[in-house]
């Protein structure tokens, strides 16, 4: 009798062990292999978040490895779209790290914010490239901080030249707006001031891409 009850009840102790990871566990083993074509998520936020604290879905709650993540990008975009580029092509360029941050976090959740401003942002810099494109100019695809080896962004579109600084000078609104934009959206609830005032001061440092230099 006690061995009939025991079978099933150990068959299913069994099959426990065979269930696969969770997806917020599998971010943790993502592949970064180069494609062709980079897609910017391949950088996941999520694998920097999986060790540090205890949200069972990384990404949605304020976690200190998920905001250096965006910190890091939005430092990346500073490298790779600043002064060793044309200015013509720095807005486009930022529009790319922009989209990048929304990409690696979740639709809901305290990081959703952030997210929207990057959308918002990307698009208002989009639509400014698409006003003064130079559909002549040749298109960049420059690696990331300009490192050998390292990934290539998608291709950059440049404005013409003639347009190049009063493009930068619309894009540096768009850039101060998403600032403000993330400083007065941490406020609430107050457990994301922190790490909202970090990514702010990180988006108000990405100003230095579109001065002429």
């Known amino acids: 009798m006690i061995r009939s009850i025991l079978s099933p009840f150990l068959l299913a102790l069994g ?20 494609s062709e074509e980079p897609d910017f998520s391949t950088f996941s936020l999520f694998s920097i978040s999986c060790h540090d604290g205890d949200d069972p879905t990384p ?3 304020i976690n ?16 790779t779209c600043g002064s060793r580029i044309e200015l013509r092509y720095r807005i486009d360029c930022l529009r ?25 942002a990307a698009d208002k810099l989009d639509a400014i490239v698409t006003k003064y494109e130079d559909q002549s100019a040749p298109i960049l695809r420059p ?19 003639a347009f190049a ?5 619309e894009a540096a ?3 101060e707006e998403a600032e403000l934009i993330i400083i007065r959206s941490g406020g609430d609830p107050a457990r994301r001031t ?20």
């Open 165 to 169: 600084e009063a493009a930068a000078v």
């Open 64 to 79: 200190s490895g998920v905001t250096k993540g965006i910190v890091k990008i939005l430092n990346g975009a500073n490298s």
């Open 173 to 175: 609104m768009v850039v």
């Open 15 to 34: 099959l426990i062990f065979l269930i696969p990871v969770t997806p917020a566990l599998a971010d943790c083993h993502e592949d970064e292999s180069e």
């Open 143 to 161: 690696r990331e901080g300009h490192k050998s080896g390292a990934k290539r962004l998608p291709k950059v579109r440049p404005v013409k030249e």
């Open 59 to 61: 990404g949605q709650s």
């Open 194 to 213: 922190q790490a909202y005032t970090d990514v702010a001061t990180a988006v108000e440092e990405n100003l230095v891409i579109l001065r002429s230099a």
């Open 96 to 120: 790319l790290y922009y989209l990048k941050v929304a990409a690696n976090l979740p639709n809901t959740g305290d990081y959703l914010p952030i997210k929207q401003a990057m959308l918002d």
